[in-house]
């Protein structure tokens, strides 16, 4: 197919035609995965209490998406007068540029990757710490006593939880041995537990894995730590003055984000595309991006029962967990590891 | 032209614009964006050179920490912009003087001979499958360990002496120490007291027949 492309438009507009074109496959699905994403969140937590969800649109709501995407799409874009206009437009676009962008190195399986690249743990880490300037610009154009408090609230969550999520993969970068997220997969799949579901990275690195899952549900806001939006104290934070098109780009990438996370935890400590089985049992033990796919829906499950379940965590509490008890706990278990790798006992050879 | 050529240009151009407009722009908030935007367009700069664990560190480093709490102070700041330009023109001679003997110095030492930088070649291309991060981390705890672990523990005393600086014990502070709420037991908050029924007292309901009669 690349071969052919080059041949019609030359070498250089050929690659990037069909960059392009992959650029295009893996967008395209992940916007399907954010609108269907919202229908299972409400599904989930319908259910979860004891309620149906929604089910009007389409069979068993399963048009939901669509009439919620029409319906934003038609609204007005109201700007407030005494907003800075020109940052105001900015905030949505600089919110959903890094949850995309980071998808470029994510990899499916191990071929299945858009660029593989040798630091593409270091690029996700800095795209998406760029992620929080959607939400500072927003509340601060927004020249909104409530939107100000949601943009500082945020900025000072994400900075906390982002050295608490540093510190859990320089634990999966130290045992791997490499910043390449298809290598990271495949050392996962030799070890002592012969690459079924044991060998994989959670096991080792348990303290790890949970400090990631939770600093990942801090980063992208959700609730338990949605103190940015925070309903029920200031009204829903940095977007309280967007409305329409403007508001549904933060709300696809809040979403992109979600589903990001769950794809880096089932990457890094989940083992990826590779089976749970070992490889003897055939059709069951073979890898495949069905595997990955599993993976990350377990994870985005978890997201959405944490939000059915638990109540909003007080800003002083938020903030003596991520420092007083997250980095501590990582910092600690990087050290254990090293001494581990170093020891006869070493699983990582 | 060749394409990494053109890259590089189109983002100077854009370096040199948001450098600008960081010292002219009027509003704090606007110059700490375009510090943004500069740092992220020298990462640019930094990924032709080929040297991508310097550009990404830029970005995660500068771009995502440092200028977010940046803003965050900035932010806050209530700046009286009419007070910060009183004495423009005053100290403009003083300021453009010493912008010049910079300038100047700057001449001095990028044409002097000893320099030779217009025979640099730049860097040799890299190999495809080399990884600068192995390279570096290579070197920075072999040949230059010292010097690394000198530079971190500067940066630790630093770290500390703000945090001495700036830390106080409020007397205020409504602190509860989470693990003293966890150890909270009913009985260390309800004391149910079981008391006979008492019947209610008779000048009140005197009062209300009072009130049914008038």
Sequence with gaps: ????????????????????????????????????????????????????????????GLL??????????????????????????????????????????????????????????????????????????????ANSKYSFLGALRSAAQIVSYEIAMGFALVGVLMVSGSLNLVDIVNQQGHGVAGGSALS???????????????????????APFDVAEGESEIVAGFHVEYSGMAFAVFFLAEYANMILVAAMTSLMFLGGWLSPFPASWGVLGASGFIWMALKISLVLFCFLWFRATFPRYRYD???????????????VWVFVVGVWMMSPLTLWN | MSFPTVVFYVLSAILIFAGLRVITAKNPVHAALYLVLAFFTSAGHWLLLESEFLAISLVLVYV??????????????????????????????????????????????????????????????????????????????????????????????????????????????????????????????????KMAAVKRSEPVAEAESADQQA
């Design chain 1, 1 to 60: 197919m690349m071969e052919f492309l080059q041949g019609i438009l030359g070498n250089e507009a050929g690659l990037t035609v069909w960059t392009l074109l992959k650029i295009v496959a893996i967008v395209a699905p992940m916007m399907g995965a954010v609108a269907y994403l919202t229908l299972a969140e409400r599904k989930v937590i319908g259910y979860m209490q004891v309620r149906i969800g929604p089910n009007r649109v389409g069979y068993y």
């Design chain 1, 64 to 141: 939901q998406p669509l009439a919620d995407g029409i319906k934003l799409l038609l609204k007005e874009i109201i700007l407030p007068t005494q907003s800075s206009k020109g940052l105001f437009l900015l905030a949505p676009v600089l919110s959903i540029g890094p949850a995309l962008a980071a998808w470029a190195v994510v990899p499916f399986t191990d071929k299945l990757v858009l660029a593989n690249t040798n630091a593409s743990l270091l690029y996700i880490m800095a795209i998406t710490s760029m992620g929080v300037y959607g939400v500072i610009i927003a509340g601060w154009a």
């Design chain 1, 200 to 222: 994989w990275n959670w096991l080792p690195l348990f303290p790890l894995f949970i400090v990631y899952l939770i600093s990942g549900v801090a980063e992208t806001n959700r």
């Design chain 1, 317 to 331: 509490q938020i903030m003596r967990l991520g420092w007083k008890v997250f980095i501590p706990v990582t910092l």
């Design chain 2, 64 to 193: 995502g920490a440092v200028m977010v709490l940046f803003l965050f102070v900035v932010m806050m700041l209530d700046i009286n912009f009419e007070k910060l330009r009183e004495g423009f023109w005053k100290n403009a001679p003083l300021a453009g003087t010493v912008g010049l003997i910079m300038v100047g110095e700057m001449v001095l030492i990028l044409m002097s001979p000893e320099a030779s930088l217009g025979s640099y070649k730049g860097a040799a291309p890299l190999a495809a499958d080399a990884s600068n991060i192995r390279e570096l981390g290579r070197l920075i705890y072999t040949t230059y360990l010292w010097p690394f672990e000198l530079a971190a523990v500067v940066l630790l005393v630093g770290m500390v002496a703000a945090i001495a600086l700036t830390m106080r014990k409020r007397k205020d502070t409504k602190f509860v120490n989470p693990g003293d709420q966890v150890v909270v037991r009913r009985d260390d908050r309800v004391r149910l007291v």
